[in-house]
C-alpha cells in the first residue's frame, strides 16, 4: 500500500539567529527563529512523513513546550520521525520538497541539503528533490520576513 503525506512549515527570519535549512548553515544576516535550530526544510518534510504514516505533526512527537528539543538538530528529528515511521511497518519512497523565500539564495545549497536530508532518511540521494522559488518579492516570503517550506512524500507499507 502507497501513502502519500504533505508537510508544510514556516519561520519567521530575525537577527541573531543562525539560518539553517535543510541542515545547511547558510551564510545570512538573519536566521529562523524556533525553539529548535527552527529548519523549516526538515520540518516540512518530517510532517509529511508524519502525515503518510498518519503520526500527527512534528509537534506531537517534539512539542515546543519541551525543554530537551531547544535548539535541537532538526535533522536528528528527522530521522527520529522516519525510524517512527519504519516502526510502524513503512519505508521511504519518494520527496519532492519546495522552499519559499526572497533570502538567503538557496541554489548554491541544495545538493548539500539534499544530501544532510536522504542522510537523515537513511535512504539514496536521488529519493529526495529540493528546489526554490523566490515568490517574486510578494507576500511574506517576498518581503524577507520569513522561510516558507512544502513537502510531499511517497511511503510504502511492507507486507
Known amino acids: 500500500m502507497l ?3 504533505h508537510g508544510y512549515d514556516v519561520h519567521r527570519l530575525v537577527e541573531g539567529r543562525r539560518c539553517i535549512i535543510g541542515g545547511v548553515d547558510i551564510p545570512h544576516d538573519k536566521g529562523l527563529l524556533g525553539h529548535s535550530d527552527a529548519d523549516v526544510l526538515a520540518h516540512a518534510l518530517a510532517d509529511s512523513i508524519l502525515g503518510a504514516c498518519r503520526g500527527g505533526d512534528i509537534g506531537k512527537l517534539f512539542p515546543d513546550t519541551d525543554p530537551a528539543y531547544e535548539g535541537a538538530d532538526s535533522l536528528k528529528l528527522l530521522a527520529a ?6 516502526e510502524r511497518g513503512y519505508e521511504f519512497v519518494d520527496a519532492d520538497c519546495t522552499i519559499a523565500c526572497q533570502e ?3 541554489s548554491p545549497f541544495r545538493e548539500q541539503m539534499r544530501a544532510n536530508l536522504s542522510r537523515a532518511l537513511g535512504v539514496d540521494v536521488e529519493q529526495v528533490g529540493v ?3 523566490t515568490t517574486e518579492r510578494l507576500g511574506w ?3 524577507g520576513e520569513g522561510v516558507g517550506a512544502w513537502a510531499v512524500c511517497l511511503l510504502e507499507k511492507r507486507a
Open 3 to 5: 501513502r502519500i503525506g
Open 81 to 86: 520521525v522516519m525510524e517512527y515511521a519504519r
Open 104 to 106: 538567503p539564495k538557496i
Open 141 to 143: 516570503e517576498g518581503k
Open 131 to 133: 528546489k526554490a522559488t
